[in-house]
Structure formats: structure tokens, C-alpha cells
């Protein structure tokens, strides 16, 4: 999976002098390691979609489940841009399409830890699919001004840095399949930038924005399965 690489402006390589946070936020914040990752595609411009944003609104209430919503822009055709939208993120689907060997992309769709996907699931299921114990040693700490992750990966990664808008946002949708709907999101992607985690670039810090929160996923290069997450909340 590629992406968009993170700049030098966003990103430094920093001395592993800093302290290490806590293995979990305070309650009610999402875990710094969760032990799930859930990514739901989804659009304010589809029907069957308002459900599947319900139930990933419910999965975030768990301390421990990094829940993120992507707008994809491939209904827009049908008479409402998506406010939340991105090329990006259309693109990020479909890299996981190419990695499933799916046919088609869709809206809703679920992705669990990178490995599963469905238009629906149960809490059952998602819990059934938690991240690997072991990781790649990710992990998430604060140097001075700066949010920063660090990993030592042994095998062939791929890494992304999410940016995500905390909580949840109502969106009053005017037209299209859910015209005259007021759609509430959980989590809301904003920027997925690529990490060039490798020997050398074993750690990249951003200065935080206000309402933001942060996602490191570590993906396995060739299945696009999350092999460790962490996530900063500021």
C-alpha cells in the first residue's frame, strides 16, 4: 500500500531519550496500543451506509478499539460531494481491494486489522479479531512539543500515519441518496501519510493540531494485515 509520504516539515528523526507513555490512556480515550483496529469506508452520499457509521460510533466506545472512518468519493456522482471525501482514501480502499484480491470496492465496508472485510459485522465478530500480541515493538511517546512513534520491524512493512478529526460530527446532508438526513461519523480520517519506517527512519514526530488524534498502523507489505498500531489522542 502506498501513500503520500509525510514531509520534513511534519516529520523528524528524533534520539529514543524521551519517556514512553503509559500502555493505556485514562478512560475514555482510546488505547495508546489497541488491541483492534477497525477502518470503515463509507459515504455521506449512500443509503446503506448510515448503519454501518452507527455501529462504528458503538465499537469506539471501547478504550481499546481504534475505530476510523474514511470518505471515499466514487458516489459523489449521484448529487452530494462528501464533505469528508478524499481521492486518498479511495485509494487506500482500494489498495486493500488489490490486497483481498477483491473484486470490487463498496460502500459500507469494514476492515478488520487489515486482513477481513464485510459490509457488516457483529461486536462479536470484531472482537474475534484482534492485532497481533507481538507487534513490531510500535509504540508512542511525547518529546517536548511533539507527538512521536517509534518501531523495530524485522520484517517488510509498510507504514502510515493517520490523522483523525476526535469524536463524533453530524453532517446535514442536502442532497442525493440521503438528502434531508442529518449522518453522524465517528473518527473522521482527514490525512493518511506513508512512514518511511525502515533502519534509519525508526521514528517520526508531528506537532499536534487541536481536536486531532494520531494513528500509527504497521502494515505486512504483501497481505496489508496490521501487524502493530498505536495512537496518540494529544
Known amino acids: 500500500m502506498t501513500y503520500k509520504t509525510l ?3 511534519a516529520v523528524s528523526l528524533m534520539v529514543l531519550f524521551a519517556a514512553s507513555v503509559s500502555t493505556f490512556a485514562v478512560a475514555g480515550e482510546t488505547a495508546a496500543k489497541p488491541t483492534h483496529v477497525v477502518e470503515l469506508f463509507t459515504s455521506q452520499g449512500c443509503s446503506s451506509c448510515p448503519p454501518a457509521n452507527r455501529f462504528a460510533t458503538k465499537l469506539a466506545e471501547d478504550p481499546n478499539m ?7 468519493t466514487y458516489w459523489d456522482y449521484l ?10 482514501f479511495t485509494k487506500r480502499q482500494k489498495d486493500y481491494r488489490d490486497a483481498f484480491g477483491a473484486a470490487n470496492v463498496y460502500t459500507p465496508q469494514l476492515v478488520l486489522g487489515g486482513s477481513a472485510h464485510s459490509p457488516r459485522y457483529s461486536k462479536k465478530d470484531v472482537a474475534g479479531m484482534a492485532l497481533p500480541t507481538q507487534g513490531v515493538g510500535l509504540r508512542t511517546y511525547v518529546d517536548g512539543n511533539s507527538i512521536c512513534f517509534a518501531a523495530s520491524p524485522t520484517s517488510t512493512v509498510k507504514a502510515d500515519i493517520v490523522t483523525f478529526t476526535k469524536g463524533e460530527q453530524e453532517v446535514d ?4 441518496e440521503n438528502g434531508g438526513r442529518k449522518l453522524r461519523l465517528t473518527n473522521v480520517v482527514t490525512d493518511v501519510s506513508e512512514w518511511n519506517l525502515d533502519v534509519v527512519h525508526k521514528e517520526a514526530c508531528i506537532t499536534p493540531e487541536q481536536g486531532k488524534g494520531y494513528a500509527a498502523l504497521i502494515h505486512d507489505a504483501s497481505s496489508a494485515k496490521i501487524l502493530d498500531a498505536a495512537v496518540n489522542n494529544n
Open 7 to 9: 514531509s520534513h516539515s
Open 66 to 72: 481504534l475505530v476510523l472512518s474514511y470518505g471515499v
Open 79 to 88: 448529487g452530494w460531494t462528501d464533505t469528508f471525501g478524499d481521492p486518498e
Open 173 to 176: 446532508v442536502k442532497r442525493g
